[in-house]
């Protein structure tokens, strides 16, 4: 036998007797990996080693349309060390709990608008940030007319669970009083209004374009001279353009008309005039990716990030079919949002740095 071959052989029996050794001492070598991983993970608070700055958490870059890879529309924010929610869609709170969003520090969820895809992860955020964020007053819902009645039915429908968890874990854990959600009501008039102001930090509202599901809103971010503009669910709206007047980030929905009217046709194809309606109504109150790429030209934004897609993407292949002439129209980056994405804008610098939170 040559020396090559020889040498491949021994190789290929050394491999062997290692993976025979792994596969022997597996419990062993699963329980040394899991307490390292373990020791690195659980209480650790990522969040805190952020630079001071703008952080936007893509915890649910989908839409009503079930994908595997992305929740309900939800964006996490943390601006400094203070934490938001803006919508909290159904899987949202998984992905913000995988990617360290600091779930203690979670002073307000702001909701853009009542339609449930925006509002199905609700309960499930509720009980984390009380338990898991040991809160000893109810987290504050924010939200158009209505927001009452959607967080008065949600601390009704966990009420049996929390008496569970306060019996188990004792009130100093979950704390009776920390319980729940309350209620806040947003009015904004036509040219918008600040919701929240304290030094540096400044959230703006506007009024959306998304009738019957009305009033919806649309918002602007702005903390230590780094800024985010967030659509909400909306038709085209030259206002939202004005609003984001050269921020960092707009982040934008975006429905594709042509794929969501191939998808009708396939519908009325297979008999199914329901689900063709649907299909048929939805893209009057949406945007096009071509009409975000114009808002965020117009806006002079420096990076646009679409999310709440529809359809959504299966896979990068299809991203540049779904964009269709939206690169044409904006000078600017376009990035398709996916979940587990940080888009940080730290405080005294320009960069837009976009992480994956979720490895
Ligand atoms: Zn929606
Ligand atoms: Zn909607």
Redesign the pocket.
């Known amino acids: 036998m040559k020396l090559a071959a020889r040498i491949a052989v021994g190789a290929l029996a050394l491999a062997l007797a290692a993976g025979a050794g792994a596969y022997a001492f597996r419990r062993d070598l699963g329980d040394v990996a899991f307490a390292r991983a373990a020791q690195h993970t659980v209480g650790r608070d990522r969040a805190a080693e952020l630079p001071d700055g703008l952080h936007i958490y893509l915890c649910g870059t989908g839409g009503?349309m079930p994908d595997a890879a992305r929740s309900g529309p939800c964006l996490g924010v943390l601006a400094g060390q203070r934490a938001f929610v803006f919508d909290i869609g159904s899987g949202g709170m998984r992905r913000l709990g995988r990617m360290g969003f600091p779930m203690a520090r979670l002073e307000r969820v702001y909701l853009?608008?009542l339609?449930s895809?925006?509002f199905d992860g609700l309960g499930e955020l509720m009980l984390q940030a009380w338990v898991g964020g040991g809160r000893h007053a109810p987290l504050s819902v924010a939200g158009p007319e209505g927001v009452a009645e959607v967080v008065a039915g949600f601390n009704q429908a966990y009420r049996i669970d929390s008496g569970f968890r306060t019996a188990h874990h004792g009130a100093d854990v979950a704390d009776p009083a920390g319980y729940g959600a309350v209620a806040e009501t947003l009015t904004i008039p036509p040219e918008g209004a600040v919701v929240f102001r304290e030094g540096e930090f400044t959230i703006t509202a506007i009024p959306a374009h998304?009738a019957p599901?009305s009033p919806?809103f649309s918002f602007r971010i702005d903390y230590r001279g780094r800024s985010v503009a967030i659509s909400?669910?909306t038709a085209s709206n030259p206002r939202f353009a004005r609003l984001s007047e050269g921020v960092d980030v707009m982040l934008h929905e975006a429905l594709s008309r042509e794929q969501v009217s191939v998808m009708e046709r396939a519908a009325r194809a297979r008999a199914q005039p329901g689900l063709a309606k649907i299909l048929l109504d939805i893209p009057g109150?949406?945007t096009t990716p071509m009409e975000a790429a114009r808002l965020a030209h117009e806006a002079r934004a420096r990076t646009l990030f679409l999310y709440h897609l529809v359809p959504p993407p299966r896979a990068r292949l299809f991203n540049a079919a779904f964009l269709a002439d939206a690169p044409q129209l904006y000078d600017g980056p376009i990035r398709i949002g996916e979940d587990g994405m940080l888009i940080t804008l730290a405080a005294g610098e320009d960069a837009v740095r976009v992480t994956n939170a979720l490895r």
Do not use: Q, V
Request: aromatic residues 8%; without cysteine.
């Open positions: 009503p853009t608008h339609h895809d925006h998304h599901a919806a909400g669910d109150y949406h």
